[in-house]
Nanobody, 116 residues
Framework: QVQLVESGGGLVQAGGSLRLSCTASGLTFNQYTMAWFRQAPGKEREFVASHVHKDGSTYYADSVKGRFTISRDIAKNTVYLQMNNLKLEDAAVYYC?????????WGQGTQVTVSS
């Protein structure tokens, strides 16, 4: 059974930082591209960042470039999202996603709240 468990969300002031973690089990971690998405109330889920398993390439939404960093620890089966200089508009539920050619798994999400 595949599980993706996110953690690290919480309340932070604008300009602050948080690091989200997503630990995977039940899959061969280094065979999946790992990504973060987010969904704010009343909005569609949107792409935030991804880390490609084949070559380690990373991709970011324009809105987070230069502020967020995605990384992967294969030994821990964990992907991280370091979020710096958080803005009010970054507030959302953040979801971890594991993607392969034939499979697509999601975590339950972790809430990030940004206060002014």
């Amino acid at each position: 059974q595949v599980q993706l468990v996110e953690s690290g969300g919480g309340l932070v002031q604008a300009g602050g930082s948080l690091r989200l973690s997503c630990t995977a089990s039940g899959l061969t971690f280094n065979q999946y591209t790992m990504a973060w998405f987010r969904q704010a109330p009343g909005k569609e889920r949107e792409f935030v960042a991804s880390h490609v398993h084949k070559d380690g390439s990373t991709y970011y939404a324009d809105s987070v470039k230069g502020r967020f960093t995605i990384s992967r620890d294969i030994a821990k089966n964990t992907v991280y999202l370091q979020m710096n200089n958080l803005k009010l508009e970054d507030a959302a539920v953040y979801y971890c996603n594991a993607i392969s050619t034939y499979e697509d798994y999601w975590g339950q999400g972790t809430q990030v709240t940004v206060s002014s």
